[in-house]
């Protein structure tokens, strides 16, 4: 089972140059920037300490990265953050105007 794990990570990394590292660790980067203050937002929005949002988010990362997945994959909050928000501005209406009707029918 060991060997055939190797064999899978041979196989993924093969032609992977300085190049593409630069642009993994530039897009590591970005996702770090945009995740940052997304995570301390979600922790003092739940009702804990923006500590707790950022030693979540560091886990919750973790244990994403490790169960693997697609590189077209995006694993993290804003799915379900973007349901949550759709279904509130559709309830509560969005600065004088209501969510149009496509949007009603999911909900």
């Known amino acids: 089972m060991i060997k055939k794990y190797i064999?899978?990570?041979?196989?993924?990394?093969?032609g992977y140059n300085g190049s593409s590292l630069a642009k993994d660790l530039m897009a590591g980067l970005t996702v770090a920037a945009v995740?940052?203050?997304?995570?301390?937002?979600?922790g003092v929005a739940s009702g804990a300490d923006a500590a707790a949002g950022?030693?979540?988010?560091?886990?919750?990362?973790i244990v994403?990265?490790?169960?693997?997945?697609?590189?077209?994959?995006?694993?993290?909050?804003?799915?379900?953050?973007?349901?949550?928000?759709?279904?509130?501005?559709?309830?509560?209406g969005m600065a004088e105007s209501s969510p149009p009707e496509q949007y009603r029918v999911l909900l």
Not at 7 to 14: A, G, H, L, V
């Open 35 to 42: 995740a940052l203050p997304l995570a301390l937002a979600f």
């Open 7 to 14: 064999n899978d990570i041979k196989r993924e990394f093969r």
């Open 54 to 61: 950022l030693v979540t988010a560091i886990f919750a990362g």
């Open 64 to 92: 994403i990265g490790m169960l693997g997945g697609a590189s077209y994959q995006i694993s993290g909050p804003t799915g379900a953050m973007a349901t949550i928000l759709l279904s509130l501005s559709a309830k509560f």
